[in-house]
């Protein structure tokens, strides 16, 4: 399986972005898919996850401004973000999870990171 992510950028407070990313190669495998950030200085952290049937997973932190879905036919899933903060800035990850992985396990594939940075 192959991630690729894209649409980051430079974006004001207040302002929105859309993620997506795309994945490749056995698709039929992947569960579960979610976003994940890291800001400089800052442990990794999920941001959101949406398995195969829809159920999706936030942050507290983003509950509410950020919207995780996914298209199943174009295997790609994306992370509508809205209200942007200068906190939210960060490098954003998405990643994919097997069916039959432990869903408290690590993920099992990830994609390279696009950079959100939100000006105040």
């Known amino acids: 399986v192959q991630l690729q992510a894209s649409g980051g950028g430079l974006v004001q407070t207040g302002g929105s972005l859309r993620l997506s990313c795309a994945a490749s190669?056995?698709?039929?495998?992947?569960?579960?898919m979610g976003w994940y950030r890291q800001a400089p200085g800052k442990q990794r952290e999920l941001v959101a996850d949406?398995?195969?049937?829809?159920?999706?997973n936030y942050a507290d932190s983003v509950k509410g401004r950020f919207t995780i879905s996914r298209d199943n036919a174009k295997n790609t899933v994306y992370l509508q973000m809205n209200s942007l903060k200068p906190e939210d800035t960060a490098v954003y990850y998405c990643a994919a999870k097997l069916y039959g992985s432990s869903l408290l396990g690590p993920n099992d594939y990830w994609g390279q990171g696009t950079l959100v940075t939100v000006s105040s």
């Open positions: 949406i398995t195969s049937g829809g159920s999706t």
């Open positions: 190669g056995n698709t039929f495998s992947i569960n579960i």
